[in-house]
């Protein structure tokens, strides 16, 4: 299948007239909000777009997105990267007012001039995706290892099980004789 970059801006409404599917990539430079908010991107965004009308004559849109991105591990500090796997179906709705009382299921969108921004979108979307703490799972082998260095520093300052602490007393014994 071919691969192409994603329109930057769509009109909706002649998009579900013919029950468009729109599919692509999304360069980075298109995502700054969260290229900000993450340590890169580390898999490109894809997203497919599928234009209908829901069973109340509602214009709808599909939203699949997929990607990842590298966060810091708030434990050790190096990057975990988090996989975007992201369904959503989003409802357009007149204005602000009728995205308020929007019901839940449906994520109301408001469109400006009957345009959809679709940058400003998957920013939307991502953003809302992102753990607000990222970890490194708890039986990674970074995490092992981190444990272990920090046993070895902790009886290294108590000048334990050191290979190098034990020469050092061998050196000065047989000095001393
Ligand atoms: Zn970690």
Redesign the pocket.
């Known amino acids: 299948m071919p691969n192409q970059p994603l329109p930057q801006q769509v009109t909706v409404r002649k998009l579900v007239e013919s029950g468009a599917k729109l599919s692509g990539f999304v360069a980075d430079v298109r995502l700054p909000r969260v290229v900000e908010a993450v340590q890169q991107i580390s898999a490109q965004v894809q997203a497919d777009l599928q234009f209908g009308m829901d069973e109340s004559n509602k214009m709808i849109i599909g939203v699949k997105i997929h990607g990842s991105v590298d966060l810091t591990?708030q434990?050790?500090?190096?990057p975990?990267t988090v996989q975007l796997k992201i369904a959503t179906t989003l409802t357009v709705v007149a204005h602000d007012e009728e995205a308020r009382s929007c019901i839940r299921s449906h994520e109301p969108i408001v469109l400006d001039e009957g345009l959809l921004n679709i940058d400003h979108m998957l920013e939307e979307e991502i953003l809302l995706s992102l753990p607000v703490v990222a970890?490194?799972p708890k039986v990674?082998t970074?995490?092992i290892s981190?444990v272990e260095h920090e046993g070895i520093e902790r009886r290294a300052a108590r000048g334990l099980d050191n290979p190098f602490a034990v020469l050092k007393t061998l050196t000065t014994e047989g000095g001393q004789e």
């Open positions: 591990c434990r050790c500090l190096d975990v970890l490194h990674s970074d995490e981190l």
